[in-house]
């Protein structure tokens, strides 16, 4: 099975119909016979049709013309050739071709087979200058055909019985490919789905040898045949293969899509000779709607840009560029963008913020698989690359269905206190797959190492192993168990062993189980797994409320002084600034607003108000723009700010609003909670809500605003996410009445929706 042999299929079709036409006195005159479609590209599988064109000149007899159709098509219908034919003028084809797209995309690859060569060259020639003429209306024609097929043929990568043909990232989708390139349009390589065509192809002709019928879907019972045909180990790796071209030919089509929307244009849409550039961090820039990682960048300085550059991507729904992802790949492969063992905290940051964006995460993923960058960062994801789950319930390759598991995931990160331990967990619970072993079993053992490498402290660790052992506990449990059954609850309890990992759990297990599939997902499901989940609740005593940072003795001692005091220290790429001020209504934020102006990105902060002073501790990451970090400067800033901080707002709107021609994605909406009893007169608000610039310092001046002192704050972005605890009192003192407490709350949740 290979090209050579389809190609010589061709070959013997093409010597047969010459003998035919050779044998019809005086047919060289006026008429020829060319090929069209995957017959005129010489790729004949053993149930292809012959896709052949007469063509004449307008000027012989009907009777004699149907005299030389008959004596060609009558001896292959005697032989049991299958024959796509149609008759017709120059002129009768070009109008064909301009009513009906099947037709003009025929034409593309004609040939001649016999007779006339010139009249066959000038079919040749008017269907590729009009196709490219028309293409302003031609490739909108062909995406719209193109989304109705995948609509009903569905996506051949994921498909238990695939069509190979039609199905999404099929041979006819390289067909399509091969007519955009052929307009002009868009430049497309498609070097990059040769190898995806010949598995493609090769799989075609053997199901055709296999089953000697003219199919091109791929049923369970013949996969085994087929594999065996092809000296595949088995049907999984058959399986395999051909969902990773799939996954090829899908990628290039859509990047090609991308670059046909938005050739020569800037964001606004509009047409422009100079292309606009917005730079988005040190060495990451957008323009033409993809970001870009600079030309000449030196991978080697900055091992983490690749993982940045999709972060931003994925959270401005953007692609990636296809020069930048394989300037990377080509960094990756020479070894100068390897990241270090452990990950700096910075790169762990940005992967989370890729998983965290949801949706638009999927095919920056996808892009970094197609050009391996991810097997450099990720060396375990390569055993799970496009295995095939031979599983009715499950609709996706594991690696694939892993991806869409932190899809629904991202949805749901308000409902837990670890954002990035759901997400990363949703991405990687099924690592263990592809072995006879149980797969959690494996999982477990899998996740330790990579998580350690990610950077993930102990703790951390062995949550991750919980979640991806049990991952599948609360589901089976609360679907084959009596939770009226005082054991079905100990049970869990057993194995859980505070509410953070139980929310975890609950909220990993709805992900799994959406991402699935309506097959093993059902609202019955989820509202008996979520009366799991509420008993076990009731079962566990602890809470999920941050703590009241603690502080030295040290510390304490500075904070007696009363004057304001800055500290920095440098923990590469972060900084660790500490602040000791006067306290005053409004100081986290004003502090907060100084640090945006500085340009630094706040990753966590403690703050506490002891006496008439206040401690601070925050750890910042200077952002491109920001000057070298003078703590002399800061000082400077802070005090002035607390002098008088009228002009600080003004400049807080005017840096949000230089973010606001920066695209970005869709997020869940903010959750704001408060808890009454669970602090000594202070009240507790805790703000869970997507990071975006000064968002500490707009939590802080509503509050301000709202006539309410913040007694100590707990402050952590992970990833995409912040998490703020908020300890609260009344100016003079006191916790805040449950009715005031709703008044903040509503303040806050309409302030950062």
Not at 261 to 285: E, M, N, P, V, Y
Not at 524 to 540: C, D, G, N, P, Y
């Amino acid at each position: 099975m290979g090209t050579r042999e389809r190609r010589e299929r061709s070959n013997e079709s093409d010597r047969f119909l010459t003998s035919l036409f050779s044998q019809v006195p005086d047919a060289v005159s006026g008429v020829a016979l060319a090929a069209v479609g995957g017959y005129g590209r010489g790729e004949l599988s053993p149930g292809s049709d012959l896709d052949i064109l007469f063509l004449h000149n307008g000027r012989i007899e009907v009777k004699s013309l149907a005299e030389i159709v008959n004596k060609i098509l009558y001896p292959l219908w005697d032989k049991s050739y299958k024959v796509d034919h149609s008759v017709r003028t120059r002129s009768e084809t070009r109008e064909s071709a301009s009513s009906d797209l099947k037709v003009a995309l025929g034409l593309l690859d004609i040939r001649l087979i016999c007779g006339d060569p010139d009249l066959v060259a000038a079919v040749q020639h008017d269907a590729i200058d009009d196709w490219r003429g028309n293409s302003r209306e031609r490739l909108p024609e062909l995406r719209r055909s193109l989304a109705d097929r995948h609509l009903r043929a569905g996506d051949l990568a994921y498909l238990l019985e695939p069509d190979l043909k039609e199905a999404r990232g099929g041979l006819r989708d390289i067909n399509a490919l091969r007519a955009i390139a052929r307009s002009g349009a868009v430049s497309i390589s498609l070097e990059h789905i040769s190898t995806a065509e010949s598995v493609l192809n090769n799989a075609r002709e053997a199901l055709h040898t296999v089953t000697s019928r003219d199919k091109d879907r791929l049923l369970f019972q013949e996969q085994d045949k087929v594999a065996e045909l092809l000296k595949y180990a088995d049907a999984d790796a058959l399986m395999s293969d051909i969902a990773q071209a799939a996954r090829s030919v899908d990628y290039l089509l859509e990047s090609t899509w991308h670059r046909f929307d938005h050739r020569g244009k800037d964001g606004l849409g509009r047409f422009l000779r100079k292309t606009r550039t917005t730079h988005i961090a040190q060495g990451i820039s957008i323009a033409h709607q993809e970001v870009f990682i600079d030309e000449g960048f030196d991978f080697h300085k900055d091992p983490v840009i690749g993982l940045r550059a999709a972060a931003i991507a994925a959270q401005a729904g953007l692609p990636v560029s296809p020069t930048s992802l394989q300037a990377l790949a080509q960094a990756s492969k020479s070894g100068i963008s390897k990241l270090p063992n452990p990950w700096p905290r910075s790169a762990r940051e940005n992967l989370i913020t890729l998983i965290g964006a949801g949706a638009p995460m999927v095919r920056i993923w996808e892009g970094l698989d197609q050009e391996e960058i991810l097997f450099d960062w990720l060396p375990e994801w390569r055993a799970v690359r496009s295995l095939p789950q031979r599983n009715a319930l499950h609709r996706h390759t594991v690696d694939r269905h892993m991806v869409e598991t932190a899809v629904f995931a991202a949805a749901l990160t308000r409902n837990v206190h670890r954002p990035d331990l759901l997400l990363f967990a949703a991405l990687f619970h099924d690592i263990g797959k592809g072995t006879q072993e149980d797969h959690s079993d494996r999982g477990e053992k899998l996740i330790e190492p990579l998580a350690r490498r990610i950077g993930f402290d102990e703790n951390d660790i062995a949550t991750l192993k919980l979640l991806v052992k049990h991952h599948l506990l609360l589901s089976a449990t609360a679907t084959r168990r009596d939770l009226d059954d005082p054991a079905t609850i100990a049970s869990v309890t057993s194995v859980i062993p505070d509410l953070q990992t139980l929310e975890l759990l609950h909220a990993l297990s709805i992900a799994d189980g959406q991402a699935t599939g309506r097959a093993a997902w059902s609202d019955w499901k989820e509202s008996l797994l979520s009366e799991l989940v509420s008993r076990v609740t009731s079962a566990l005593t602890d809470n999920t409320i941050a703590r009241q940072p603690e502080f030295t003795s040290e510390q304490r001692v500075l904070v007696d002084s009363g004057e304001l005091q800055v500290k920095i220290e440098a923990r590469d790429p972060d900084f660790a600034i500490e602040i000791i001020a006067p306290d005053k209504t409004g100081l986290l934020s004003i502090v907060a607003g100084v640090l945006n102006l500085a340009r630094f990105d706040v990753r966590s902060a403690r703050t506490q108000t002891i006496g008439k002073s206040a401690i601070m501790k925050w750890i910042v990451t200077p952002n491109q723009f920001a000057p070298s970090v003078d703590e002399g400067a800061i000082k400077a800033a802070i005090a002035e700010a607390l002098a008088d901080a009228s002009d600080l707002t003004e400049r807080i709107k005017r840096r949000v609003a230089d973010y606001s021609n920066i695209p970005s994605i869709p997020v869940p909406l903010p959750i704001v909670e408060t808890f009454m009893d669970s602090a000594t007169d202070a009240t507790i608000i805790e703000v869970r809500s997507h990071d975006r610039p000064a968002l500490l310092f707009g939590i802080g001046d509503v509050i301000t605003k709202s006539q309410v002192d913040i007694r100590s704050a707990i402050v952590t972005t992970l990833g995409a996410e912040a998490i703020d605890t908020l300890y609260v009192t009344e100016i003079g003192g006191g916790a805040l009445s449950p009715e005031r407490a709703q008044e903040l709350a509503n303040r806050l949740s309409s302030a950062l929706a």
